[in-house]
């Protein structure tokens, strides 16, 4: 079994959709939990950083995370073409950062 | 936010062939580096953890020997491939951090291929 699971997608929807991403874990050892987004060809971008049960807000952006049911996700609102992007979640214990396999997302104009 | 650069962005080179890429923390000092590797299709998986000044630490199943790391100041850390082989083929990332509570930065990445 996998750290960390995400479903690669690729998942497509329309602009201005809701788009729910989302990562289950297995090791109760993690104390961070973030989102990167990762265009083709490029070093991943930090979206969304947390470190507790509960929900944080970034703009369109929405992180949640279950410690309880090891669930985290992204809420994407309102998305638009140019959030079409590989989606990783990424979780930290100690100093070690172990990532999901990546959800591709395209958004249709 | 803080800005990593990777040089060079791609790479070719023939088999046998030694590689260096370089990292660089261009706006804060980073104690501690991390080196990346992704296959196509495939997540990020973390090679090695080097620290300023100190021998790197890698991942279970990376030659050491293969994949050379230095990390001799506060902003820049290198890893060089050794007598590449098409098998290591692949897009190599860094990330920086400051302290350890802090995120990791990452680097844009760097395409290597060898023929």
């Known amino acids: 079994q996998k750290e960390v699971e995400q479903d690669p997608g690729p998942l497509s929807v329309p602009e201005g959709a809701i788009v729910s991403l989302n990562c289950t874990y297995s090791?109760?050892?993690?104390?961070?939990f973030m989102w990167y987004r990762q265009y083709s060809r490029k070093g991943p971008e930090l979206l969304m950083y947390?470190?507790?049960?509960g929900n944080k807000e970034d703009g369109r952006f929405t992180a949640q995370v279950d410690k309880s049911s090891k669930y985290i996700s992204l809420f994407i609102r309102d998305s638009q073409p140019s959030d079409s992007a590989t989606y990783l979640c990424?979780?930290?214990?100690?100093?070690?950062?172990?990532f999901g396999a990546g959800t591709i997302l395209r958004v249709k104009s | 936010g803080a800005v990593v650069s990777q040089h060079p962005s791609r790479v070719i080179c023939k088999s046998g062939t030694s590689v260096k890429i370089e990292c660089r923390s261009l706006?804060?000092?980073?104690?501690?580096m991390f080196w990346y590797r992704q296959f196509p299709k495939q997540s990020l998986m973390l090679m090695a953890t080097?620290?300023?000044?100190?021998?790197?630490?890698?991942e279970q199943g990376v030659e050491k020997d293969k994949f050379l790391i230095n990390h001799a100041s506060l902003t820049l850390s290198t890893l060089t491939v050794t007598s590449a082989h098409p098998e290591d083929s692949s897009f190599y990332i860094c990330?920086?951090?400051?302290?350890?509570?802090?995120?990791?930065?990452f680097g844009p990445g760097t395409r290597l291929t060898v023929l």
């Open positions: 090791n109760s050892a993690f104390q961070y």
């Open positions: 947390t470190y507790s049960s």
């Open positions: 706006d804060f000092q980073a104690t501690t």
């Open positions: 990424a979780m930290e214990y100690g100093n070690k950062l172990v």
């Open positions: 080097s620290n300023e000044g100190s021998k790197a630490t890698y």
């Open positions: 990330s920086a951090r400051w302290r350890a509570e802090d995120t990791q930065y």
